[in-house]
């Protein structure tokens, strides 16, 4: 059974950047897709980016597009996702998933029923 373990969140100053990790245990983590979601309290998860297995297809969310880059060892079982002008409205905590990477029209659907095997989250707080 895959098991996801997040790592990396910390506190920053609005504009800084932090990467976030991804660490796989188990079978089967090279063998999915990796989203990042973040939730904050009183609303869903929301998609942040979704890597396929052989890393070649990355899809964002439109909050986070041309700031986040999502990568992942392809040999390994290990994901990052690199967020870069971080803002106050990214704080969040950090989940990453196991799945598949739905899209409709080149878009990602960003729906977390597509991932299980959650891990238990990393805290990203961005200050002003």
């Known amino acids: 059974q895959l098991q996801l373990v997040e790592s990396g969140g910390g506190l920053v100053q609005a504009g800084g950047s932090l990467r976030l990790s991804c660490a796989g245990s188990?079978?089967?983590?090279?063998?999915?897709?990796i989203g990042w979601f973040r939730q904050v309290p009183g609303e869903e998860r929301e998609g942040v980016a979704c890597?396929?297995?052989?890393?070649?297809?990355?899809r964002y969310s439109a909050s986070v597009e041309g700031r986040f880059s999502v990568s992942r060892d392809t040999n390994g079982n290990t994901a990052w996702l690199q967020m870069n002008s971080l803002q106050p409205t990214d704080t969040a905590v950090y989940y990453c998933?196991?799945?598949?990477?739905?899209?409709?029209?080149?878009?990602?659907?960003?729906?977390?029923?597509?991932?299980?095997?959650w891990g238990q989250g990393t805290q990203v707080t961005v200050s002003s």
């Open positions: 890597i396929t297995p052989s890393g070649r297809d990355k």
């Open positions: 188990g079978s089967g983590f090279q063998s999915q897709a």
């Open positions: 998933g196991a799945g598949r990477c739905v899209s409709f029209n080149g878009k990602w659907l960003a729906e977390a029923i597509e991932f299980d095997s």
